[in-house]
């Protein structure tokens, strides 16, 4: 299974622009949830784009299986492993009909017809857009979009999905179901995923959660370890999730429940006793 | 709904003609295209209709919309033919005004070059009713193959073909975006003479042409990041394959073509 390495990684795209990634070292385990979090202009992107040589290091070093992205032998098979899901989903869709979009990675990769036929029914069926294979994707709405774009880089039957801000362009609804996917994924296949994201709620579903703040990884731990207090996020541009919010508040105003508590689920089993009590 | 517009003219039907191979339909128009050139004699036109004719039934395709794709042209198809008919002086005189010449000649070259083009235009506009442009797109780029070796971008034209057809309705969404949004900001695109409403288009036309190179980068990342390097190894997932109607629609073209041309070349009149 896939485990990227990044040793000491520094990345400066041009001399005017100063460093985007300063020393950055982490190892991301096979079939984890990690989620990458940081204020606009961190280096979130970049990071990612170095996990499949779409990026090379300045300086440092990322391996994917022990494969150095900067041996360019290796570029394809890093590419087929560590897919990356964008934000814009109409800027990442090649051809005008679905099922041809999602066989685009796969005919790259110079597998043959039937397997490809294959692949495409398998990645379409994974992301519930099976009956939408011979739309055109710009008659599809933004969810689904981005789900024919998560079945693209599926059908490559990657180890690892980065998803870059996937959801930011979605509703409530579409961020719903590209989340549901990328757990179902995880869970069900064992696909290690990152996931780049603004919304701390997204976060928290996540094992391991790495904070950005220019060029540099702050804060590397569990979602309980890194969202458990306010202030030390705040300094980095960013919000508690709303239930942690919740949470303090009602901590600050005498309500007695664990510290922790990060999703709906917790503070209902910590509160409801409470109420009944009362 | 919404039409389609990635799909132009096409018009779906499960004909036999729908099914005919890109490569087929290509070049069996290009052949109709030379037979129209050749045909010298105002009658074997009636062969190179009754063509169409038939092959519009075989498709389906009603008569109407093959006819309604020559309105477009018809300020041509008016044009030619009035300098057709002035242009050519022989036989016999008919009428004089000024430097105005009408000759039993002009009226027919006229007559001919207006039946020539009004053919040349159903025939290609069939082509195009049965085909769906990215099917053209892979008959294209299969067609052309053989002059990748002389070092002709075969695949990166279709490729380029196909990404102007994946985006060509999401930039128009966004003219229409930047358009309302400079007319709510109290763009004036309205009125004043042809060098104001060009200038009044700057504002357009700049956040369109900064977005269509942004999104030519963020596509360019995301197809290298699946994988595209170029056609070298790369396999796909459609493949073109002649079938049966495919042969016996080259058989019965050419019949046809040789038929006509012998008809031309036999009989005096
Ligand atoms: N193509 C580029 N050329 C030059 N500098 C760039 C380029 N892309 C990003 N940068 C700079 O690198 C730094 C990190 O950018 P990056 O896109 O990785 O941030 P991010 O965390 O993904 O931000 P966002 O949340 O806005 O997506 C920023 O200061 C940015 O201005
Ligand atoms: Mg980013």
């Not at chain 1, 398998?122 to 981005?146: C, F, I, N, T, W």
């Not at chain 2, 069996?28 to 037979?35: A, P, R, S």
């Not at chain 2, 495919?246 to 008809?263: E, H, I, N």
Request: contains cysteine; negative net charge; aromatic residues 8%.
């Amino acid at each position: 299974m896939a485990e990227i390495v990044i040793k000491n990684l520094t990345y400066v795209y041009s001399d005017e622009s100063g460093v985007a990634l300063e020393d950055i070292s982490l190892t991301i385990n096979s079939g984890e949830i990690l989620a990458i979090v940081g204020h606009n202009g961190s280096g979130k992107s970049t990071l990612a784009k170095h996990m499949n040589a779409l990026l090379l290091p300045s300086s440092g070093s990322v391996t994917v299986d022990g494969m150095d992205t900067l041996n360019d032998e290796y570029t394809l098979d890093i590419r087929q492993k560590v897919g990356i899901v964008f934000q814009n989903p109409d800027n990442q869709i090649v051809t005008t009909v679905v099922e041809e979009d999602v066989g685009f990675g796969p005919e790259n990769m110079g597998v043959p017809t039937e397997e490809i036929i294959e692949r495409v029914g398998e990645a379409l069926k994974a992301v519930s857009m099976s009956d939408y294979a011979r739309s055109a994707p710009h008659m599809l709405s933004g969810g689904q979009k981005q789900r024919v774009a998560i079945a693209g880089v599926l059908a490559m039957r990657p180890e690892v999905l980065i998803l870059d801000e996937a959801t930011a362009m979605l509703d409530p609804k579409g961020r719903q179901e590209v989340l549901n996917i990328v757990t179902k994924l995880n869970s069900e296949l064992k696909m290690t995923v990152v996931m780049i994201t603004q919304y701390m709620e997204e976060a928290v579903i996540a094992d391991r959660v790495i904070v950005m703040h220019r060029g540099m990884i702050v804060k590397d731990g569990t979602p309980k370890e890194v969202f458990a207090n306010g202030s030390e996020i705040e300094k980095y541009g960013l919000e508690l999730p709303p239930m942690a919010q919740l949470r303090d508040e009602l901590i600050e105003n005498g309500v007695d429940i664990p510290k922790d508590a990060l999703t709906i689920e917790e503070l209902n089993e910590a509160l409801c006793p409470l109420l009944q009590k009362s | 709904m919404m039409r389609d517009i990635t799909l132009g003219q096409y018009y779906n039907t499960d004909s036999v003609i729908h099914s005919l191979d890109p490569r087929t339909k290509l070049t069996l128009t290009f052949g109709y295209l030379i037979l129209i050139f050749l045909i010298s004699k105002m009658w074997l036109f009636a062969f190179a209709a009754a063509f169409i004719a038939v092959v519009t039934i075989l498709s389906k395709v009603p008569f109407s919309m093959v006819l309604r794709s020559l309105k477009p042209m018809r300020w041509l198809l008016l044009f030619m033919f009035v300098l057709n008919l002035f242009m050519s002086r022989s036989g016999e005189v008919l009428f004089k005004w000024w430097i105005f010449e009408l000759t039993t000649g002009g009226i027919r070259q006229a007559l001919f070059m207006t039946f020539r083009l009004l053919l040349l235009v159903m025939g290609t506009s069939l082509m195009t009713f049965t085909t769906t442009p990215i099917a053209l797109t892979d008959g294209l780029e299969k067609l052309l193959a053989p002059l990748k070796k002389i070092g002709f971008p075969a695949h990166e034209l279709a490729m380029m073909m196909t990404i102007a057809l994946r985006f060509i309705p999401i930039l128009l969404e966004e003219s229409d975006k930047i358009t309302k949004a400079q007319l709510s900001r109290g763009a004036d695109l309205e009125s004043g003479n042809i060098i104001k409403k060009a200038k009044s288009m700057v504002p357009i036309l700049v956040p369109l042409f900064i977005s269509a190179f942004r999104r030519a980068d963020e596509l360019a990342m995301a197809m290298e990041s699946r994988c595209y390097h170029g056609d070298e190894g790369r396999t796909r997932m459609r493949v073109l394959t002649l079938k049966k109607c495919d042969f016996t629609a080259f058989l019965v073209f050419a019949l046809v073509f040789v038929s006509v041309l012998l008809l031309q070349n036999l009989m005096a009149f």
